[in-house]
């Protein structure tokens, strides 16, 4: 949602305003407001983040200075003024009428100030300023009649409050007469618009103020200040007010002008529940220093309450900012009480239930930068909301930014926080932010945790993150069907996230990887235990000796590349072997006899075992396929050996070391050149590529080292539960069954938050068959029967008829399981339309409504690439919202009008932004026109892809492979 601001009616250069962060606190606080609430900015100021909010949500302002809810006011329930330019004339009138008669006991100074400062006769100018009588000297007043007392002019009954106490000082003599005869006019005549216009001479009391930065703490030294003191005093105060309530009446009412509430009063004064029960969030910018803000704009105040206040006095005479009594102190500048006067807000919040976001800017770099002067510590307000919102509820944003005090005029590096405490409201997600997000972020898969296994089809993980964090609430529950590689629960569960989790599969290898990562905090010793371990398996290196043909000493291969012609012969024939010795790092050698006596050794196998495999073409599998075809007889020696190694540890450690080893499995069979991960079970038939496992599994132990302070940093709190009534934040359930099989005893109806989930792709990653590979070494077992795949494995029976039955179960099941007006999250990316109406069909037909789709970049594809035209290279993250009931279209267009529309739309894409490939065409827009008008079932009868479509109306270019 854009976010309209009065940009230009700026009253003050307020001590904190948010006004240049206006971006980062809206979108950040919008997902917290709850529908059909008001928001209350409980320390109001200067109005710049109601202002930001008073366009789209009911507003209460509250701040405990006068000045500050006529601001407030001001902003928030603008004044309809229908006749502008009779306004402002009558303006002129009263206003000229009024300083012609006020002016005339003091027209000598007057005139006199006027020639000084035409000019510029600075010695002739404080002479007549120390000769003008003001309440602070008791000279003789005209006013008056009599030497001037606060009493005498109080009595008169006047408007002379500025001219007998703040001209020569903060203001010159004509100054602080107008700004006595505007307030004079505001206050006999204008009334209907009085907090417009008391805020419009604010600004201009800012403006033409004679101190540092435009606040009013204390007026600057003449003597000092020569040329700023001519330059401020030639400022014309009606001017300036006239020009800003000429902006002011130019901005559009907002819809909710008049129905906003102002409040002028201490915060706990507003801690009430009958107030509280129409505020949806509660926006708190408070004080941060013990520097008291009323000093900073007590002007602002006397000319707001115009009573003529006494002057403070204290031992040494005159305060130097010449305040006067009855000037506030706030609690919240005080260290004794900031604290506690906090604390306050955030308990009655929390017990009220009402959401909450505090503002504080603190130092970016603490140890250089002071923070004595801070009542409050940025840790101890994060850990007052987590105290009674608790740590799943509460979120912590930031941003850098570059804060000006009015001190000193150096920037200052602070980090911006946004603690943000409740619950988000999901009707408040902006979609058209999460995408722009979504596609502006580089997809990774990179970090120590993630890198620590391989897994097939693994997503990233930050895209996972934000899907996360944008559609769900700390504490909620997130759900995964198709648990595979963890990503989604693992994400969910870490400690900045604190999500609940729950994730399930049919195989073992996925919960063996959630388990094994979520165990490590609570195994001790690990590093010392795996460099023992390193120093055992290198007690296996005489497996790859080798004879070097230049010194004639043992050396150590690393590599040797072989043709194997065929797959379940023994033959072999060496082309190269690339080893290491002490006369050379990288030699290459033809094999001796001794070399093929070493890979062809027969193994002698006691820990791997159950070597058949099933039988499928498609995968590279053979009829009376064997386990032991894929591995040269020297590697199943080594893992053999390596296994009896690793059975000598304890239970823990062997876990950790047989994780490791089946994160390297896929490189210690017989591969190609590029170890290509993608097709376990295959292997060529020329350039074949035995390695030398010792050296990859002590450089995979070595940087599982770094997973370990990962883990401490990322899930302190994190473990494993045995029950949906266990779960709590960072906790995660593991089932292992087929999701389609999951009960109301395993996860409650109405018990998830969130779905995020990367189904199996038909015929594309066959899961379970590719597992075969572990089971002899690891004995992970896999589920042939409950995958929901598509094989072309004889025995198997998985036609797509079965896997699209089978997939319609689990959405079933999700539709019972997820609750109304929540997110489901799926991968999916397929050209075909046919299965795009499938899976549609069968969505919509358990109540989940199609909101949009998101196209995620990534480098490397599982899919089966066609031809570059049809091929579609990454990811599309489709979001759809639970409904109550199924989703139902009723398409009158025919298929020659569907036609027309979907091609008249991808021309204006192309002419938008420029040739476009199949992907971007896809992702960008057309499925949603398709699946949103319910297109898709009468377009998938015709076309099997879009890309029949375009190749009609569309030109391909195959240089670019883009449309255009």
């Known amino acids: 949602m854009e976010v309209f601001i009065m940009e230009n009616f700026t009253v003050l250069n307020y001590q904190g305003s948010k006004n240049n962060l206006s971006s980062f606190i809206y979108k950040n606080i919008e997902p917290y407001i709850q529908d059909g609430r008001a928001i209350l900015d409980i320390f109001s100021g200067s109005a710049a983040v109601s202002n930001m909010f008073r366009d789209n949500y009911q507003v209460y302002a509250n701040d405990v200075e006068c000045y500050a809810s006529i601001i407030a006011d001001a902003i ?33 100074f007057i005139n006199h100030e006027q020639q000084a400062l035409e000019h510029e006769n600075f010695e002739e100018l404080i002479a007549l300023y120390n000769s003008y009588p003001t309440v602070w000297n008791n000279q003789y007043s005209q006013i008056t009649k009599s030497l001037l007392t606060v009493d005498g002019i109080k009595s008169t ?30 206050n006999t005549s204008f009334t209907e618009y009085k907090t417009a216009l008391l805020s419009c001479l604010f600004y201009a009391m800012k403006e033409a103020v004679f101190s540092k930065d435009g606040h009013m703490a204390q007026p600057l030294n003449p003597e000092k200040n020569q040329s700023r003191l001519f330059v401020q005093r030639k400022k014309n105060i009606y001017e300036l007010f006239i020009k800003k309530f000429k902006e002011y009446i130019s901005v559009p009412l907002s819809k909710f002008s008049g129905k906003n509430m102002i409040f002028n009063s201490n915060f706990e004064e507003l801690l009430d529940e009958k107030l509280f029960s129409n505020v949806g969030l509660v926006y708190a910018d408070p004080p941060y220093t013990d520097m008291q803000y009323s000093r900073y704009y007590h002007l602002l105040n006397v000319a707001a309450k115009y009573e003529y206040p006494l002057l403070t006095v204290t031992k040494n005479g005159y305060t130097k900012g010449l305040y006067t009594e009855g000037r506030y102190q706030s609690k919240l500048s005080q260290r004794g009480s900031a604290k506690q006067s906090l604390e306050n807000l955030i308990s009655f919040c929390a017990h009220a239930h009402t959401n909450l976001a505090i503002s504080y800017a603190y130092p970016q770099d603490r ?180 004879t070097c043909p230049i010194c004639k000493k043992t050396g150590t291969i690393s590599k040797v590349i072989f043709d194997k012609p065929e797959r379940t012969g023994s033959k072999i024939i060496i082309k190269t072997i690339n080893y290491t010795c002490k006369c050379t790092k990288r030699g290459i050698k033809t094999a001796d006899e001794s070399d093929y006596a070493k890979i062809n050794v027969t193994p002698v196998l006691k820990n791997i075992s159950n070597t058949t495999l099933l039988y499928n073409s498609k995968i590279a599998v053979t009829e009376n396929d064997d386990i032991k075809n894929i591995f040269t007889g020297r590697n199943l020696s080594v893992l053999d050996e390596i296994l009896s190694i690793i059975n000598k540890y304890s239970e823990k450690h062997q876990t950790i070391l047989k994780y490791i080893l089946m994160s390297i499995l896929h490189l210690c069979k017989i591969t190609d050149k590029h170890s290509n991960s993608q097709w376990p079970l295959w292997i060529p038939k020329t350039d074949c590529v035995e390695k030398n496992i010792i050296d990859i599994y002590t450089k995979k132990i070595k940087k599982f080292y770094e997973v370990i302070p990962f883990m401490k940093e990322n899930y302190t709190d994190s473990e494993i539960v045995e029950s949906y009534s266990s779960l709590s934040p960072c906790k995660c359930l593991l089932l292992q069954k087929g999701s389609q099989s999951i009960t109301e005893q395993d996860i409650p109806d109405n018990g998830v938050d969130l779905i995020v989930t990367d189904p199996p792709y038909l015929e594309q990653v066959l899961y379970s068959e590719y597992m075969q590979l572990y089971k002899p070494f690891l004995n992970l077992d896999y589920n042939l029967k409950d995958e929901i795949i598509v094989s072309s494995a004889p025995s ?24 109304p007006n929540h997110y489901l999250c799926l991968y999916f990316h397929d050209s075909d339309l046919n299965v795009w109406n499938e899976l549609i069909t069968i969505l919509e037909r358990n109540c989940f409504r199609f909101i949009t789709q998101i196209h995620i970049d990534k480098t490397v594809t599982l899919k089966n690439i066609i031809s570059p035209k049809k091929s579609l290279n990454g990811d599309s993250v489709l979001i759809f919202s639970k409904g109550v009931a199924p989703i139902k279209h009723n398409a009158e267009e025919d298929i020659s009008e569907i036609e027309h529309n979907i091609i008249r739309q991808a021309k204006f894409m192309v002419k938008s932004n420029g040739s476009m490939s199949t992907p971007e065409l896809y992702d960008n827009g057309l499925m949603e026109i398709l699946i949103q008008n319910g297109w898709l079932s009468k377009l998938s009868n015709k076309y099997s892809s879009l890309v029949d479509i375009f190749d009609k109306h569309l030109t391909w270019d195959s240089s670019t492979a883009k449309w255009k």
Not at 409 to 434: A, F, H, P, T
Not at 490 to 516: H, Q, V
Not at 810 to 818: D, N, P, R, T, Y
């Open 76 to 108: 928030l329930n603008q004044a309809d003024i229908e006749a502008a330019s009779n306004l402002l004339h009558s303006l002129d009138i009263e206003y000229t009428t009024t300083i012609k008669k006020q002016a005339n006991p003091i027209i000598n």
């Open 367 to 546: 140890e250089i930068q002071a923070t004595d002067r801070y009542t409050v510590s940025i840790d101890e307000l994060v850990e007052l909301a987590k105290k009674y919102y608790t740590n799943a509820r509460v979120n912590v944003v930031t941003q850098n930014y570059n804060h000006a005090n009015h001190r000193n005029s150096e920037q200052k590096k602070v980090l911006e926080y946004l603690i943000l405490c409740g619950d988000k409201n999901l009707n408040q997600v902006n979609i058209d932010s999460l995408k722009k997000t979504l596609c502006n972020l580089l997809p990774s898969k990179n970090n120590s945790m993630y890198n620590s296994h391989m897994y097939w089809s693994q997503k990233a993980f930050n895209i996972c993150d934000t899907l996360i964090n944008s559609l769900s609430n700390r504490g909620d529950v997130v759900f995964d069907p198709f648990l595979g590689s963890g990503v989604t629960t693992l994400e969910a569960i870490k400690t900045d996230l604190s999500r609940c989790a729950i994730g399930c599969d049919i195989n073992d290898m996925p919960l063996f990887i959630s388990k094994l990562l979520l165990s490590v905090n609570t195994i001790p010793n690990i590093k010392k235990e795996l460099e023992n371990f390193i120093s055992e398996l290198n007690t296996l290196f005489h497996y790859y000796e080798t």
């Open 796 to 819: 198997r029976n998985k036609s797509k008829g079965d896997y699209f039955n089978l997939l319609e179960q689990v959405f079933h099941m999700c539709s019972h399981k997820l609750k």
């Open 157 to 186: 009954k006047d408007f002379y409050l500025f001219t007998t106490y703040y001209a020569t000082n903060y203001y010159g003599i004509i100054q602080a007469l107008d700004i006595d005869c505007i307030i004079k006019v505001i």
